[in-house]
């Protein structure tokens, strides 16, 4: 999806949430790219990372699936389609 299909369902959204006064507003706020500490995901993210990957090569999807829920406890969606052919670095 394009920024500017995003913007624009933004924009549509906030304006449809302020004539009928039910919903939520949003406020989309952009993240400096070289600032992680501003990012609260960025630290979780960091320790995951390090945790699955495989220094030595690299890892099948399925493979790579398999070891983030399990370093985060959570159980593999299959609605989350990953070709056999990838390899993930």
Same mark, same amino acid.
């Given at each position: 999806?394009?920024?500017?299909?995003?913007?624009?369902?933004?924009?549509?959204?906030? $304006?449809?949430? %302020? $004539?009928?006064? &039910?919903?939520?507003?949003?406020?989309?706020?952009?993240?400096? &790219?070289?600032?992680?500490?501003?990012?609260?995901?960025?630290? %979780?993210?960091?320790?995951? %990372?390090?945790?699955?990957?495989?220094?030595?090569?690299?890892?099948?999807?399925?493979?790579?699936?398999?070891?983030?829920?399990? /370093?985060?406890?959570?159980? /593999?969606?299959?609605?989350?389609?990953?070709?056999?052919?990838? &390899?993930?670095?």
């Amino acid at each position: 999806m394009s920024r500017a299909l995003v913007r624009t369902w933004i924009r549509e959204q906030n $304006q449809q949430v %302020k $004539q009928s006064g &039910k919903g939520v507003r949003i406020l989309p706020l952009l993240l400096p &790219k070289q600032s992680p500490w501003l990012n609260p995901i960025e630290p %979780k993210w960091v320790h995951g %990372k390090r945790a699955v990957v495989e220094p030595a090569g690299l890892l099948s999807v399925h493979e790579l699936a398999s070891r983030v829920c399990a /370093y985060f406890g959570c159980s /593999y969606e299959p609605h989350l389609s990953l070709p056999d052919s990838e &390899k993930v670095p």
